[in-house]
């Protein structure tokens, strides 16, 4: 048995930071999820690197910012070339395997360049974005292009359920009084029941899927990527589910229609989606919020089922659990439907992670206000594997000092990143911008809000004086100061070195003094032998200075 | 025979801009390169992405900026999935072919990770940066850990040169009275002939390397990489040439007293590296001019020579010959030697293009005064080889417009950008910065050339006014102004979507309407049926529009 903690990387899909009891909500009691965060450390201001599954994940998965691995919008496949979390843990002896979604797209065409065989065991992984498949379900199967047979289909007809797509007409949908099926894609069906027995939908599956790898695994170290599919749409869950939340549940809507005055343009355009209009009414909001929630609980009652098992086999001393979801869902606050934006609502996830080692005993059950990103979890995990840190390629960074109690909150970043690409989205063509322009980049600081939006003006929201982010102060005269302050910091993590790559940080330790070139007979700027002879002097005495300075400090 | 045109693509290595006389040097006549200028364009302000060998060739390379493709210096290795010019022009149906130098380092620990074998095809093409080797030499083989045996030295062994370092002793060395070696890498030693037959040294035989792949191609199209490792050091050249050019030929030294007055502190860090100490003196710059101008001169005849054989071969007529360096060379000027910094003398290249075909004839014999990039040339050679445009890759500009007189100079180009990454030099250690912190950016105008210097004030001057760059306007309050707009202009620079490379534009066209998840069966935001059956109807609406519109303005 290895030295090294057994991971579990649990993500939600489209869960809100604050659908949880742990984090405040009143009426959604998650107490599996809340047991978690007792026995760990809760993140409360954890952000994703963008708003959107597939450019999320990509930056989980690479522990880098959407900018630097260039995968910014769903199904723009990641480069083939990229290095991910599975390669980094994979060379510290660990398995990082897949159990859900990823929502990856692989580069066929910069693996055919590069002649890697989809079929071979690499092309498998490239094409999975380091993971080794257990099961991969991406959870989006209705009739069409998408994956009309995964596992689960199949599962499905094994259990009796009679359908050509059991996904779509059994495990999400509903059945009317005469037995007609009523689509979970329709908003207005989210509160009835799926036509599924409970254990058999897809949250249970998935848990049970994780469970059945954990006991083949053998005491080979593992990292597991638990990636439900839920609470995403289809909003729909199962009875007794559906039936466990109403309006009298919910937290209150947070917009206002001080947000329609002087709207910001590019919002102005999310509001025209067909999904901002629909959750902009009440009406939708009462249906689809209680399957939502219903979702979510269902999600925590297989949090149960998890831990359990995990104290039964007698892994839980041995796996650290990390449980946080790829981006948020606006419900219809600030008269927007999905993600995108970067509203708290969407950008920011809830993140736990207990780590049942005893250096973590400092944290137990604590809350951090640091500003957390997705691409810390790459980092964190290689430390957790026992593996120096990749500052050359990861641009998180590793949450073990504040699980171990050694950093401050306020001290561990300045400022959170996100980004987003809407260039397939309406709202770009509503506004005529090509396709290279219709990006924007939020810089959250602790009080401030930032979004750039290229080829308008920014937004801006002082989270201290207005934690509901109702009042743009994007164009106001009197915070001119604090915007150029921020852009001056989005310029400045602009000209980070993302792409050196190839060169790990040691190589430049101790800084040069050319004396390798001269080591390899490159002689640059040498007149005569006078030259070469002193200039070996130089960096002989260099060198012993070295080797005193390196006794004196250790000796 | 194919309709394409051949590509000859010659590159010099740190031959600056200003020493042929098509480019105004009075003494140093290129009749040859002065021949190809008269036949096609010279393009008088072509600058490199990065002034250093290794950053600039990787951009000349992939077509795309030293920030995008991270080989931000020397041997640092370019990201395995990078794509590139061989890949482009392969897939078009070109050979795509090197003879000479690279500096490519291959990214070994990438290879690994994806399986390529470095012995297989691919391989050895990734490893070349996507050339098919034909002869590679990076024109350094000092005793030392560089190549020891390149095949440059086997060729001179069959000549009766006996030696166990042939290229070191042989062909960059002179000899003494008494017989012993003078090493050419020792300045003092530039205006010595090397002790070598002039038709073995290094350039007429990567010459006539170039014309044997010619000779051996058959009909197939291919674009040669014909890259001379000369006039780059050790500075030495065989009889005649070497005894060609004195103090009364060279360029007056292009340095004042008022650089060194407020100077900025990394020129003044660079002022202290050995090799600007070295060229600051006027007895190096006597002895070494002589060396450099020989060799220029001897590859000016070399260039007669190809262009005879392409005449006599028949190929003249089918072949675009271009001609070009990778940076340029200090010389003392500015007290500095070598490149790196950002004045013209060190970013500033020669290029011409001679294209034969009709279509070029309106721009036959003129000097262009567009502000040209190097990683122009990728997708000038791309549409030559009749490709579609890669825009989500390639970051240059085809130069076609420009050949064929269908853009005017001054739209061309609005700025031309260089960086450069100086976090393995003596100026970092010497400035105490990280390296992540030593880099560059260069914003050249028509008139003005911003600097943007990390940690450090910018550089400024006005190229109008001080032709020269002797007037740092960096600190200067009067340029406040144009030094917001120049850092505006990196501003902008910096938030392309450079990683987005796996996305073609067309892609994106026409812009979303998010009629493509509906016909996918995936529904966001719909309540009822109701609302299906009214997006259906707008979708097919919008589609009878387009249709409409295209059979009016394509009837």
Redesign the interface.
């Known amino acids: 048995m290895s030295g090294k903690p057994n991971i579990l990387f649990i993500m939600c899909d489209q869960l809100r930071w604050d659908y949880l009891s742990c984090a405040g909500h009143p009426h959604l009691h998650t107490p599996n999820i809340d047991r978690l965060a007792a026995g760990g450390v809760r993140f409360d201001r954890a952000f994703v690197q963008s708003p959107m599954c597939g450019p999320s994940r990509m930056s989980f998965y690479t522990g880098r910012y959407v900018?630097?691995?260039?995968?910014?919008?769903n199904k723009?496949?990641?480069?083939?070339?990229?290095?991910n979390l599975g390669?980094h843990l994979r060379a510290l002896g660990m398995r990082t395997v897949l159990v859900g979604k990823t929502h990856m797209k692989a580069?066929a065409?910069?693996m055919a360049?590069?002649?890697?065989d989809p079929e071979?065991e690499?092309g498998v992984r490239?094409a999975e974005c380091g993971f080794e498949p257990w099961e991969r379900d991406d959870g989006?199967h209705?009739?069409?292009?998408?994956d009309p047979d995964p596992a689960y289909d199949a599962y499905l007809r094994a259990q009796g359920y009679n359908d050509p797509n059991p996904w779509?007409n059994i495990a999400n949908s509903a059945e009317g009084d005469d037995g007609e099926i009523l689509?979970g894609?329709?908003?207005?069906n989210s509160n009835l029941p799926a036509r599924i027995r409970e254990e058999d939908s897809e949250t249970p599956y998935m848990t049970r899927r994780a469970i059945d790898f954990m006991e083949a695994a053998g005491g080979h170290p593992w990292c597991v990527h638990l990636s439900y599919i839920k609470p995403h749409?289809p909003y729909i869950v199962p009875a007794p589910y559906h039936a466990m939340y109403g309006p009298e549940h919910f937290l209150p809507v947070n917009r206002s229609d001080r947000e329609l005055e002087d709207q910001h343009p590019l919002l102005a355009a999310y509001r025209k989606?067909?999904?901002?209009?629909?959750?902009s009414?009440d009406e939708?909001r009462d249906v689809v919020l209680a399957g939502y929630m219903g979702l979510i609980k269902q999600i925590d009652d297989q949090m149960g089922v998890l831990m359990d098992y995990l104290e039964r086999s007698g892994q839980a001393g041995n796996t650290v659990v990390v449980f946080t979801s790829d981006h948020g869902d606006y419900l219809g606050d600030h008269w927007l439907?999905?993600k995108e934006m970067m509203h708290e609502e969407s950008v920011r996830i809830p993140l736990i992670i207990r780590d049942p080692r005893p250096e973590a005993d400092a944290s137990r059950g604590t809350v951090s206000a640091a500003l957390v990103e997705a691409i810390d979890l790459a980092p964190t995990f290689v430390e957790m594997a026992g593996g120096a840190p990749l500052g050359h390629v990861l641009e998180g960074r590793s949450l073990g000092p504040l699980l171990r109690g050694e950093s401050g909150d306020t001290s561990f970043r300045d400022y959170a990143i996100s980004e987003y690409?809407y260039?397939?989205?309406?709202a770009?063509?509503m506004l005529g911008l090509s396709?290279?322009d219709s990006?924007i980049?939020m810089i959250r600081e602790q009080r401030w809000k930032y979004v750039y939006c290229?080829g308008m003006r920014p937004m801006l929201w002082d989270l201290d004086a207005d934690p509901g982010e109702h009042i743009d102060l994007g164009a106001d005269p009197a915070y001119h100061g604090v915007r150029d302050r921020m852009?001056a910091a989005l310029?400045a993590w602009?000209?980070?070195?993302?792409?050196?790559?190839?060169?790990p940080?040691a190589a430049?330790d101790p800084?040069?003094?050319?004396g390798d070139e001269l080591?390899?007979?490159?002689?640059?700027?040498?007149?005569?032998?006078a030259?070469?002879i002193e200039?070996r002097e130089r960096h002989a005495k260099m060198a012993a200075d070295r080797v005193r300075q390196q006794e004196e400090t250790d000796p």
């Open positions: 900018g630097s691995h260039g995968a910014t919008y723009f496949p990641i480069k083939v070339g990229e290095p390669d580069d065409e910069g360049r590069l002649g890697i071979s690499i490239v989006l209705p009739d069409g292009p998408y779509q689509s894609w329709l908003l207005k749409w989606h067909r999904v901002s209009r629909a959750f009414r939708v439907g999905e690409d260039s397939m989205r309406e770009r063509t396709h290279r990006r980049w290229e852009q310029f602009l000209r980070r070195p993302s792409q050196r790559t190839t060169v940080d430049f800084p040069a003094t050319h080591a390899a007979g490159i002689l640059i700027g040498y007149w005569d032998e030259d070469v200039e």
